[in-house]
C-alpha cells in the first residue's frame, strides 16, 4: 500500500484557499449554463420541447468526462487534470458565444457538453482538498472548499445580469466570452496547488484492491445512491426553474436572483456543514438534507409567485449541500490513498449518469405537464433515498 504525504499545515491552508477559489470560479461558469441554457435553448432549438437540452448534454459531458478525467488523473497528477479543464472551460465560453451569434443550436449544445467537462474537473476540487491532509481534518477541508462556491452565486448571476444585454442583436454573447475569461483566471489559480503524492506515483499509477471488492463494502452503495439523489434531484429543479419562472412571467432579473440565492445556499453552508458532520455523523446531516429537499418541494407547490420559487431554490440548495457534503465525506473512508481517484471517480460518473436522467426529464415534463409536475416528480427518490437511509439505521 502506498502511504500519502502529509503537507505542512501551512501547504494545506493555501492548497485549500486556491482550491476554494477555483470552485467559486468554476461554479460561476456552471451558473451561467444553468441560468442561460433553458432560455438559449427554447430560443434557437428547432423544436421547443428540446429547451433543456444543452443542460443535459452539459451533464453527460460531466458524466463522459469524469471515468477518463480519473485515468489522466492518476497518470499525470491533478494539476495537470485542472489545468486540461480549466481550458476546456475557456473554449467552452467562446463556442458558447459563437453559437448564439450563429443561432446554432448543435455548436450551443456542442458548449455544453465540453462545459460538462470542465464541471466534472471541478467536482474534482472537494476531493483533492482531502490531499496530503490528516483524516481528522478531511470533512472540514472538504466542506470548506464546496463552501468556496458562495462566491459562485454572486459572480455567476452577476456575470449573466451585466453582460446579457450588452450586444443587443445577441443576448448572453458577452455573457460566454465573460465566462471564457473566469475559466482562465481559474488556471491561474490553480497552478500553484502543491500535490500530495509522489511523482513516480502519479505518472506509474498505483496498485490497489480490485474495483468490485471496493463496491462491496458495507454501506458504500447507501453512500452512492445518496449522493446520486442529492445531487440529481437539485439539478433536476434548477433546470427547469429558471424556464418556469420565464412561463410564469417572472422577469429574467427576478430569475436571476433567484438562481444567485439558490447557489448561495448550495455552499454558504459549507463553513460549518464539517463541523456538523463532525458533531453528528455524516449519515444525520445527509439524512437532513433529504428532509430540507423535500421542503422546498413543498414550498414551490404552494404557488407559482417569485416568493414560492425563491423559497424553494433556497432550501433546494441547503438540502443539496447537506446531503452531498454528507455522503461526500464518507466516500473518502472507503478506499486507500493509491485507490482514490478510482473510488471517486466511480462515484461521481454514478452520481452524474443518474442526473442525466433527470436533467432531460425535468424539461418534458415541464412542458408536458408543467411545473407542478416536476415538483412532484422529484419526491420520489427523495422519499426512497431517505427510507433506505432509516431502515439501514435501524437495522444497524
Not at 434557437?44 to 463522459?64: E, K, Y
Not at 442525466?356 to 411545473?371: E, K, P, R
Request: glycine fraction near 12%; hydrophobic fraction near 55%.
Amino acid at each position: 500500500m502506498n502511504a500519502e504525504i502529509t503537507l505542512p499545515l501551512r501547504q494545506q491552508n493555501s492548497n485549500i484557499l486556491r482550491l476554494a477559489t477555483a470552485q467559486a470560479l468554476a461554479g460561476a461558469n456552471a451558473v451561467v449554463f444553468y441560468t442561460t441554457g433553458a432560455i438559449v435553448g427554447n430560443s434557437i432549438a428547432p423544436d421547443s420541447t428540446l429547451a433543456t437540452l444543452p443542460l443535459t448534454i452539459f451533464v453527460l459531458g460531466m458524466a463522459a468526462c469524469i471515468l477518463p478525467l480519473g485515468a489522466f488523473t492518476r497518470r499525470y497528477g491533478r494539476r495537470a487534470a485542472f489545468l486540461l479543464g480549466t481550458g476546456t472551460g475557456v473554449i467552452t465560453g467562446l463556442a458558447a458565444a459563437l453559437a448564439v451569434v450563429m443561432g446554432s443550436f448543435s455548436l450551443f449544445c456542442l458548449a455544453a457538453f465540453m462545459g460538462g467537462a470542465y464541471a466534472a474537473v471541478g467536482l474534482s476540487f472537494r476531493f483533492a482538498a482531502t490531499d496530503g491532509v490528516g483524516k481528522e481534518r478531511r470533512a472540514r477541508a472538504l466542506s470548506l472548499v464546496m463552501g468556496g462556491g458562495v462566491a459562485a452565486g454572486v459572480i455567476g448571476p452577476m456575470l449573466v445580469t451585466g453582460t446579457m444585454d450588452l450586444w443587443p442583436p445577441h443576448t448572453f454573447a458577452v455573457t460566454f466570452i465573460a465566462q471564457a475569461l473566469v475559466a482562465a483566471i481559474s488556471a491561474l489559480v490553480l497552478s500553484g496547488v502543491k500535490s500530495a503524492e509522489p511523482v513516480a506515483q502519479n505518472k506509474a499509477g498505483a496498485a490497489g484492491r480490485a474495483l468490485a471488492e471496493i463496491i462491496r463494502q458495507p454501506g458504500f452503495a447507501r453512500v452512492v445512491f445518496t449522493g446520486a439523489v442529492a445531487y440529481m434531484v437539485m439539478n433536476f429543479l434548477m433546470t427547469a426553474a429558471p424556464l418556469a419562472m420565464h412561463m410564469h412571467g417572472i422577469s429574467q432579473e427576478a430569475s436571476n436572483l433567484g438562481i444567485q440565492w439558490h447557489v448561495i445556499a448550495m455552499y454558504a453552508p459549507g463553513f460549518f456543514t464539517g463541523g456538523l458532520i463532525s458533531r453528528f455523523g455524516a449519515s444525520r446531516v445527509a439524512a437532513a438534507g433529504l428532509v430540507i429537499t423535500a421542503l422546498s418541494v413543498l414550498a414551490g407547490l404552494a404557488g407559482t409567485e417569485i416568493v414560492h420559487y425563491w423559497v424553494s431554490l433556497i432550501l433546494l440548495g441547503v438540502g443539496w449541500n447537506f446531503g452531498f457534503t454528507g455522503a461526500s465525506a464518507q466516500i473518502v473512508d472507503f478506499h486507500r490513498p493509491e485507490e482514490k481517484t478510482q473510488v471517486q471517480s466511480l462515484n461521481d460518473f454514478i452520481v452524474f449518469g443518474v442526473m442525466i436522467i433527470g436533467s432531460f426529464s425535468s424539461g418534458a415534463l415541464l412542458h408536458l405537464f408543467g411545473w407542478n409536475a416536476v415538483l412532484w416528480g422529484s419526491l420520489v427518490p427523495v422519499i426512497v433515498a431517505l427510507l433506505t437511509l432509516i431502515s439501514i439505521k435501524k437495522r444497524r
